[in-house]
């Protein structure tokens, strides 16, 4: 971020301008994907029209582009003296005994469900969204609206480990 006072401005810092820009191309990437796979008449490599493939598809999108919104936040606030692998991928519960046990952490389970009903509700609801479009409805645009923006809050809170 370009940091301006009266007299001079501050370029932004190389690293996190590398973030920035990384992450918002993956973003890009999973973005587009989703996108045109919602509203395209047919899938390229991928034969028929089969809702679930479809919802599939744009899920996979939408995955790609939580994975660069999650990249460019580790990045650009990535502690100096911390790797950026422990920084990105969430780590166990301090309070759990599953990992000192080998079993499994309960909430780091329950934050990667978060995160996969946030893209399956995202590419349900953009592909709800895409033949709201395509045939005007009513009933099928508000499903659209709260099964996406459920699938957000849903993703979200899995990313973040926190609520909005």
């Keep these: 971020m370009m940091i301006c006072r009266r007299d001079s401005c501050m370029l932004p810092d190389a690293e996190e301008l ?8 993956i973003i890009g990437i ?5 996108t045109l796979s919602a509203f395209s008449p047919s899938l ?3 034969p028929g029209s089969n809702p679930a493939v479809r919802v599939g598809v744009v899920s996979i999108g939408f995955a790609i582009f939580f994975a660069g ?4 936040q580790v990045g650009t606030y990535l502690d100096p003296d911390e790797s950026f692998t422990s920084a990105f991928l969430p780590a166990p ?6 990992t000192d046990s080998g ?3 309960g909430v780091l389970l329950a934050r990667g469900g978060f995160v996969v009903l946030g893209v399956v509700g995202l590419g349900a609801g953009m592909r709800l969204f895409a033949l709201t479009i395509q045939s005007w409805s009513a009933k099928l ?3 659209a609206g709260v099964v996406c923006i459920g699938g957000y809050i849903f993703g979200h809170i899995g990313i973040n480990g926190v609520t909005l």
Aim: no cysteine.
């Design 18 to 25: 590398f973030w920035a820009l990384a992450g918002n191309l």
């Design 30 to 34: 999973g973005a587009g994907t989703a």
């Design 44 to 46: 390229p490599l991928v």
């Design 69 to 72: 919104y999650h990249f460019t």
């Design 93 to 98: 519960d301090a309070d759990s005994d599953a």
């Design 103 to 105: 079993g499994v952490d």
């Design 141 to 143: 645009g508000v499903a």
